[in-house]
């Protein structure tokens, strides 16, 4: 008896225990042979409008300088730097999902990388362009790069912590690039030995790097695959760490504190949670894939948002308590005109979105239900935004030279610019969707119950208490 | 895979446990050069074949240290040596504020160099516009185990110890019948 779509998508064992090998293939690969459906063109073309009006504004800001946007004495950083630290935030779940959780050895993982590793370089590749956009002259962006030049040669500033970030960023990126493509390699080999076309059989040839999946290519293969989660991980540590640097050196109110690191980690991975949940609970109803990242998987990232969301909460309270401590009357003013003052609304928004809206995962119900999740998580996302927002531009409203204080004022060509880069990332994502497997096949088709469908499996073995959290750490296959 | 001289025996399964139980059997009886193909990695399966454990741990490691050295090495150089300017009144050597950019070059550099070390040297991968496996099945759901005939282990005895395996299909592959290979069904 076939299994129905509720039985599929709350499996006892990781994956419900129907679901062979060949299945895998099959679901997986689909999407990338099937004409697109409606939603797909529909989302494409909205994500392509805004992208488009935020390249436009590129060009308007181009010939008109960057006094386009609401910049001016004292907030010198507005919202470009805001769109950067949200965007590169957001990535870390993917690495974090891909790396932490690898060495973790949670099984449960291998639905939901591929798709939430593609977030992270989405992610990093929308954040990139606003520390070279926001230059003014792009096309001198080189100069943050050290190299041999006739200026002397001059050289980076390398004591400063935007330098330090040009390394980090380019690092993130490139790192994650690499993991993602490692894993990628044996799904490319399988949609080659699919494609019936003969272009397409060329160009996953190619992508797929000769695969054979030979034992002796495997046993490389995951010794690569676990070396590169070592690498990450102290890496996508570092990186939001490296990006709080550039405010906590710096001598502004309510920034110079050391709780920046570990709290802007902390509300990366909240963030980027929240994307993810945002992300897979629509992607897998429109690819089909609901009985890969099953309802236990998305409840799992629920109960992720949950918990970040009190550690950025506690962290927002110890903000409170450092400038109270401080005796110094700039750090408490600050923090009591962020409660009180004209743009308390940023600060009561992120603390309502990232505090308050999480609190309902504590309730299975919320946790387990498509459409409660993605709307926290879509509160998540915009209580996020305005955290950056809060710390950054609020702090500058109030420096330390009272005569300076004003407000921070986004121009339209801000607002385009905000709404326009979750375009680019909508675009990049939905492109993804089409063209390459979004779930890691290879990694799935280990982590079956019986895959060839002997019977010989272990049905309900790992896993059958509670929902897949803890399944797996006793069994021999990665993850 | 196959070298075009030689003669092989390839045994196709469906079942893992079997064809894991085909590989310890292989060998324990002695077989050289056989290879096993996956279609997702089996935890384990190289020390059933004797493969050694992959060596591309230390070079990797090697790569990642040598990196977070040219980067320190690059900052000190430039900060120091090139062009020193005073800034902030630190040192020009102030290396505290080196850590993170020596930290990242090391990252880099190790990053790629696993990627590159895994494929091209320890898997001896090349991108190519076509490869063929000997069944598309082996990206599927089916597992392959060949062995090759040597004068210890002929042809007919070969094939009569691979049914012995049960797997779905036997193949043989002699060098100059390949094409005209019939499937038999064990």
Redesign the interface.
């Known amino acids: 008896m076939r299994p129905t779509l509720a039985e599929l998508e709350n499996p006892i064992t990781l994956i419900h225990h129907s679901v062979?090998?060949?299945d895998v293939?099959k679901d997986v690969t689909a999407p990338i042979f099937r004409a697109p459906n409606l939603t797909w063109w529909g989302g494409l073309l909205i994500s392509l409008l805004m992208l488009m009006s935020m390249w436009l504004t590129f060009a308007v800001q181009m010939c008109e300088g960057i006094g386009i946007l609401g910049l001016n004495k004292p907030v010198m950083w507005g919202s470009y730097i805001t769109n950067f630290v949200f965007w590169i935030g957001i990535g870390h779940a993917g690495t974090l999902i891909s790396a932490i959780l690898f060495l973790f050895r949670q099984r449960w993982r291998t639905s939901i990388n591929r798709s939430a590793e593609a977030m992270t370089i989405f992610a990093v590749a929308t954040a990139g362009l606003f520390p070279l956009i926001h230059t003014g002259r792009p096309w001198l962006d080189f100069w943050l790069f050290?190299y041999p030049n006739d200026r002397?040669?001059?050289?980076?500033?390398?004591?400063s912590?935007l330098?330090?970030d040009v390394?980090?960023i380019?690092?993130y990126g490139?790192?994650s690039v690499?993991?993602w493509?490692?894993g990628l390699?044996?799904d490319f080999?399988?949609v080659?030995?699919?494609c019936t076309n003969k272009f397409q059989?060329?160009a996953y040839?190619?992508?797929?790097?000769?695969?054979?999946?030979?034992?002796?290519?495997?046993?490389?293969?995951?010794?690569?695959y676990a070396?590169?989660a070592w690498?990450?991980t102290?890496?996508v540590l570092?990186v939001h760490s490296?990006v709080s640097?550039d405010f906590a050196v710096a001598k502004v109110p309510g920034w110079h504190t050391t709780i920046f690191p570990p709290y802007f980690v902390a509300g990366a991975i909240f963030g980027g949670f929240g994307m993810v949940v945002f992300l897979l609970a629509p992607m897998r109803s429109m690819l089909k894939l609901e009985k890969y990242i099953t309802i236990n998987h998305l409840e799992l990232c629920n109960k992720i948002i949950l918990a970040t969301s009190m550690i950025v909460g506690y962290a927002y309270t110890m903000e409170f308590v450092a400038a109270w401590f401080s005796e110094s009357p700039w750090e408490r003013n600050q923090f009591i005109y962020r409660m009180t003052g004209g743009h308390a609304w940023v600060f009561w928004t992120m603390f309502l979105c990232n505090v308050v809206s999480p609190q309902f995962f504590w309730s299975k119900r919320v946790r387990r239900s498509l459409m409660a999740m993605f709307i926290i998580s879509i509160f998540v996302n915009i209580g996020m935004w305005f955290e950056r927002a809060n710390i950054f531009m609020l702090s500058l409203e109030r420096d330390h030279i009272t005569a300076n204080w004003r407000m921070w004022v986004g121009t339209k060509f801000d607002w385009i610019v905000v709404v326009g880069s979750f375009g680019w990332f909508m675009f990049l994502f939905l492109l993804f969707c089409r063209t390459m497997p979004t779930v890691a096949?290879?990694?799935i088709?280990?982590v079956l119950s019986d895959?060839?469908g002997?019977g010989?499996g272990d049905h309900g073995g790992h896993g059958s208490h509670g929902h897949g959290s803890d399944a797996g750490k006793e069994s021999?296959?990665?993850g | 895979?196959a070298k075009r001289e030689r003669s092989w025996v390839l045994g196709y399964f469906?079942?893992?446990?079997a064809f894991q139980a085909a590989?310890s059997a292989s060998h324990a009886a002695g077989h050289h050069d056989q290879?096993?193909?996956?279609?997702?990695?089996?935890?384990?399966?190289?020390k059933r074949?004797g493969?050694r454990?992959?060596w591309?741990?230390r070079p990797?490691l090697f790569m990642?240290l040598f990196g977070a050295f040219l980067g320190f090495m690059?900052?000190l150089w430039?900060?120091k040596y090139?062009?020193p300017?005073i800034?902030?009144g630190?040192p020009f050597n102030?290396w505290p504020?080196?850590v993170?950019?020596t930290?990242?070059?090391g990252?880099?550099l190790?990053?790629?160099s696993?990627?590159l070390?895994?494929?091209l040297i320890?898997?001896r991968?090349?991108?190519?516009?076509?490869?063929r496996?000997p069944s598309?099945r082996?990206?599927?759901?089916t597992f392959l185990l060949a062995v090759p005939a040597d004068g210890n282990h002929g042809l007919p005895a070969l094939d009569a110890w691979m049914r012995g395996q049960h797997p779905d299909e036997v193949v043989q592959v002699v060098p100059d019948l390949a094409a005209a290979a019939e499937p038999s069904h064990a």
């Open positions: 062979r090998s060949r293939t050290p002397g040669p001059l050289w980076p500033q390398f004591r912590p330098m330090w390394f980090a380019s690092t490139t790192t690499i993991f493509y490692l390699i044996p080999a399988t080659r030995d699919r059989r060329m040839s190619l992508a797929a790097f000769g695969w054979r999946g030979t034992a002796k290519d495997w046993n490389h293969y995951e010794r690569a070396q590169f690498i990450s102290p890496l570092s490296t640097f096949i290879a990694e088709k280990a895959p060839a002997t010989s021999p296959a990665h | 895979m469906r079942d893992p446990a590989c290879q096993a193909y996956t279609p997702y990695p089996i935890h384990g399966l190289e074949l493969l454990r992959s591309i741990g990797v990642l690059m900052q430039m900060m090139d062009w300017l800034i902030a630190k102030s504020a080196f993170v950019i930290f990242e070059s990252i880099l190790g990053a790629l696993n990627l070390i895994c494929l320890a898997c991968l090349l991108p190519a516009t076509e490869t496996l598309p082996l990206t599927d759901d």
